[in-house]
């Protein structure tokens, strides 16, 4: 059988010489010890199908989902092997040929493509949440609690702010699907940091999902829908910059639209920047008039830190701030689990993977956990409130906001 998504990235198969450094780092072999669960057992599976040793059954289906997308593997590997490469194009031949579950498709393919039934879906979703009994017999609730939904989105209730008198720039926000619908205080945030630091901030209603979870399924015809849409969008906004709060959204509209789904935006990529990274590197970062005498730590979202190589723009607007202390966790950078919709889809790993990553922050004895990605944010507030540890998860926006 032929499987041109795998083809394409045969090079990496090549690249592999079964070192197991990458093991070291993976998060859900270091919880289960399963090889076929790990980085280099992903290798061989892949290299199995191509080979005709193996089909497109269910239980590689299983064993390939089972990756977050962390890139841990990808930072480890001494040969250069794109784990995360193969993965995605396992699961796009696995999408290709109909073999991902028939309610995951049409959520992937119908609902979250489109603002209109998205939005529906989520306001359902929200009073449907008011009876928690319907809801956990439905298996949403998952290990913690499923994340409570806002019933308007931030996009909906969003009016633009004061009036920016000279702007030192227009500068679009891309919202993103966890801060619209599930941590909306972090895209208020953003935006008044943003016009506190003379911008204009513009708000596209049209703009939908980047994608990521579509393509991170295997969905890649889908992805690039979303990824056009985007594109034209946010052409007709006519901004200089476009700023994003999310870890995964930011990488997505950098490099994946483009790597992955080989969609022609590299001219909009370049003007793409992290909230951080445009504050630090863009703005002339304001010094905040109140003081917190806080103990903070940070912790690393996966696809910010390794994808965009984003580590110090965070620190560096934490410790701006008057009073706060910056107190590092161990392997600050270690996933914590979430992983888009893996928390709900596995939710016992999800779970054990989270833990290291709550008694890392627990060990710090901060007194508030900061970090750069909404996804992250309800992990880790999964994860804390099931390791009864007593502590406030804060977007690193809101903390400056709060302070200016
Ligand atoms: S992917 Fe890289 S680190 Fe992992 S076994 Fe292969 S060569 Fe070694
Ligand atoms: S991306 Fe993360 S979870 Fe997936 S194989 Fe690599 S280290 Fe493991």
Not at 141 to 163: A, V
Not at 198 to 224: D, K, L, M
Not at 278 to 291: D, G, H, I, N, W
Not at 326 to 335: D, F, G, N
């Amino acid at each position: 059988m032929q499987y041109p998504h795998i083809s394409a990235h045969s090079e990496d198969i090549v690249r592999c010489i079964k070192c197991g450094l990458c093991k070291s780092v993976c998060p859900p072999y270091l919880e289960t010890f399963v090889e076929s669960e790990g980085a280099r057992g992903r290798v061989a599976l892949v290299e199995a199908l191509q080979d005709g040793r193996l089909t497109l059954s269910h239980i590689l289906s299983d064993r390939i989902f089972t990756c977050l997308n962390c890139k841990a593997c990808v930072e480890a590997c001494p040969s250069g092997c794109n784990v995360d490469d193969l993965v995605l194009s396992l699961r796009a031949e696995l999408a290709s040929r109909g073999k991902i579950g028939l309610i995951k498709r049409l959520v992937l393919n119908d609902i979250v493509p489109s603002r209109t039934k998205l939005d529906l879906a989520v306001k359902a979703g929200s009073v449907f949440q008011r009876f928690p009994g319907l809801f956990s017999m439905l298996g949403l609730d998952g290990e913690g609690g499923f994340p409570k939904l806002q019933g308007r989105s931030f996009i909906d209730s969003h009016r633009p702010g004061r009036r920016v008198r000279n702007p030192v720039m227009r500068v679009g926000f891309f919202v993103g699907c966890g801060t619209n619908f599930l941590h909306t205080e972090a895209g208020e945030a953003i935006v008044w940091v943003l016009e506190r630091h003379g911008c204009e901030v513009i708000v596209p209603r049209e703009q939908v999902c980047c994608g990521t979870p579509v393509f991170n399924s295997g969905e890649f015809g889908t992805g690039r829908k979303l990824a056009e849409r985007n594109l034209e969008v946010f052409e007709k906004a006519k901004v200089d910059a476009v700023i994003t709060g999310c870890g995964s959204c930011g990488l997505t509209l950098k490099k994946e639209w483009h790597e992955v789904l080989g969609v022609d935006a590299r001219e909009f990529s370049n003007k793409v920047y992290d909230f951080s990274e445009f504050l630090v590197k863009e703005l002339k970062l304001q010094k905040p008039r109140r003081s917190f005498l806080l103990a903070v730590t940070y912790h690393d979202p996966c696809h910010l830190a390794r994808g965009q190589g984003i580590k110090d723009e965070p620190r560096e607007i934490l410790k701006n701030i008057p009073g706060v202390n910056l107190v590092e966790m161990r392997e600050s950078t270690r996933c914590c689990g979430g992983a888009g919709t893996f928390a709900f889809t596995w939710p016992e790993l999800s779970r054990k993977i989270g833990s290291r990553k709550a008694l890392s922050i627990r060990d710090t004895a901060a007194s508030m956990v900061t970090t750069s990605c909404p996804g992250c944010y309800l992990q880790l507030r999964r994860v804390l409130r099931a390791n009864d540890i007593e502590m406030s998860v804060k977007h690193v926006a809101e903390l400056y906001a709060s302070a200016l």
